[in-house]
């Protein structure tokens, strides 16, 4: 008797859960046909933003991220700042991985990709999530069966819940019915570059400071090598690819000894040496309250203007971009000269990310007579304002060291400059020269050097910028920057995205 109801028991048990599998399955089956209001607000930004970049034909500037990108950047701006067309492809970080791979679709070669990821993306551990799995069930049928067996299994743990059937089949329903997709999709619209321009209103909330716990970067976690596939794939069909930071409030360090620069620090490193160019520190972009909409990642109209301006700042000091630039401008013929004045940077390596073997391209270190030094001259990563790396100086026997960059030839008629730079300073006495030098060159043979306006402060302080704008009464012909640290005493200094731009 006792047999009998165990055996009973354990058929139960089998029914019970061959019951709730197949009705996980018949609630896949059901995704096909009932996608969430996520999903559909997907698809409708994917037909809107992948029509306008199937349509420009020549190079372009596209923005992948979710949706920090989305209220975060404004391809507008920088379409109109820099005359290139520019798609902002950005969509929901709930995709995860998906809109990696769903940017290939817009991508051609020569064109340039602005990676915007929301910190968390750099987290995730696994490939599947609610929103992934419910938008490649209903508008990625394809994707969906190219998937391994395991990711495929994932849906069932993440998406098919039996108790989701009832409730959000309902809701999909009722929503239909009263016209509410129509009403959010008005609500929320789109400029042709894909931006979201509507449906801000007045809505606020109390947003929480990030906190990057655990804090730890991990190279081989799913989310970043599913970064470094999408870097690769780009490389290998000729996309640039610079890497940028969200919108977000001043993050929290985890502890005196847990800053949260523990984890942005390693991954920062991790992008350089993928070859990345990287536009600012997450700390460029910490915003003011003010500027925050509703989430943690998402900025009001004030704070995408803000945000996209901080971008187009970096950009313009950014060799990997001006490079790209160029080779777009080249494509349709030279640039003209006015195009070039108070825009193009004209030093070589201004950012001092380019070299090899240890050895900085652009820059030739002074540092005294080889038998007695004044000091050390390093390309240093130990330190930089923007990027990887900066130029350092260390002073040691009260003389001369500095940092000779390459002379530059400027077109003709340049009566007008725009210079500066940052640096960072270490016990400088009071009495040393520090600052950055311009050297002028004239139509007559004659030359000049210029450091009004180029002096940074003495001690010792971090980075601080210096620029100015320098007139002529004759027309400059060639430009060559130098880092001067003349001191007396022993100090140290670094130079960082230091440029010169025609005015």
């Avoid at 991220?65 to 950005?90: D, K, T, W």
């Avoid at 971009?321 to 070589?348: C, M, T």
């Avoid at 130990?382 to 940092?403: C, D, F, H, M, P």
């Amino acid at each position: 008797m006792l047999e009998q109801q165990y055996k009973k028991y354990v058929i139960f048990i089998l029914c019970g859960f061959s019951a709730i599998y197949a009705l996980s399955a018949a609630w896949v089956l059901t995704g096909y046909f009932s996608p969430q209001n996520d999903t559909l607000w997907i698809n409708h930004l994917y037909q809107n933003k992948e029509a306008y970049a199937k349509s420009i034909q020549c190079p372009k500037i596209v923005i992948v991220s979710g949706s920090s990108g989305l209220y975060g950047i404004s391809a507008e701006q920088i379409e109109r700042h820099f005359n290139i067309p520019a798609v902002n492809l950005a969509t929901h970080a709930g995709l995860r991985d998906y809109y990696y791979y769903r940017a290939r679709e817009s991508l051609r070669p020569g064109d340039l990709v602005i990676l915007a990821p929301e910190y968390a993306q750099y987290f995730i551990d696994s490939a599947m999530s609610d929103v992934k799995a419910d938008y490649i069930l209903n508008y990625d049928r394809p994707y969906f069966q190219d998937l391994p067996i395991a990711e495929k299994f994932q849906i069932f743990k993440t998406y098919a819940h039996p108790w989701k059937i009832v409730r959000d089949g309902c809701l999909f329903f009722m929503k239909q019915k009263k016209g509410s997709f129509n009403a959010l999709f008005n609500a929320r619209k789109l400029n042709k570059n894909g931006d979201i321009i509507g449906g801000f209103g007045v809505k606020k909330y109390a947003i929480e400071p990030i906190s990057l716990l655990p804090g730890r970067f991990e190279p081989g976690i799913y989310g970043m090598r599913k970064l470094s596939e999408f870097i690769k794939w780009c490389k290998a069909r000729d996309v640039r690819v610079l890497v940028t930071w969200p919108g977000t409030l001043p993050m929290i360090n985890t502890s005196r000894n847990e800053p949260y620069s523990r984890f942005t620090d390693p991954l920062m490193a991790f992008l350089s040496h993928s070859g990345v160019g990287i536009l600012g520190r997450p700390k460029d972009f910490f915003m003011p309250e003010s500027y925050m909409f509703d989430t943690i990642y998402h900025l009001n109209p004030e704070g995408i203007h803000f945000r996209t301006s901080k971008i187009i700042d970096f950009l313009e000091k950014n060799q990997v971009f001006q490079a790209w630039r160029q080779h777009v401008a080249g494509k349709k013929g030279p640039v003209p000269l006015n195009s070039l004045r108070g825009e193009a940077d004209v030093i070589d390596n201004g950012t001092m990310e380019f070299g090899e073997n240890d050895k900085v391209s652009g820059w030739r270190a002074v540092t005294g007579d080889k038998s007695h030094p004044d000091g050390i001259a390093a390309w240093d990563d130990n330190e930089a304002y923007g990027g990887r790396y900066s130029l350092k100086l260390i002073n040691t026997s009260g003389g001369q060291v500095r940092w000779a960059g390459e002379k530059v030839s400027l077109p003709a008629g340049i009566l007008k400059i725009y210079a500066g730079g940052w640096s960072k300073a270490q016990n400088i006495e009071a009495t040393a020269t520090y600052c950055i030098n311009i050297k002028t060159f004239f139509e007559d043979g004659s030359f000049r050097w210029n450091t009004q306006g180029l002096f940074f402060s003495k001690g010792s302080h971090d980075w601080e910028q210096v620029q100015t704008v320098i007139d002529f009464d004759k027309a400059v012909v060639a430009v060559q920057p130098f880092l001067i640290l003349y001191s007396s005493r022993s100090g140290t200094a670094w130079f960082d995205d230091v440029f010169i731009r025609l005015r």
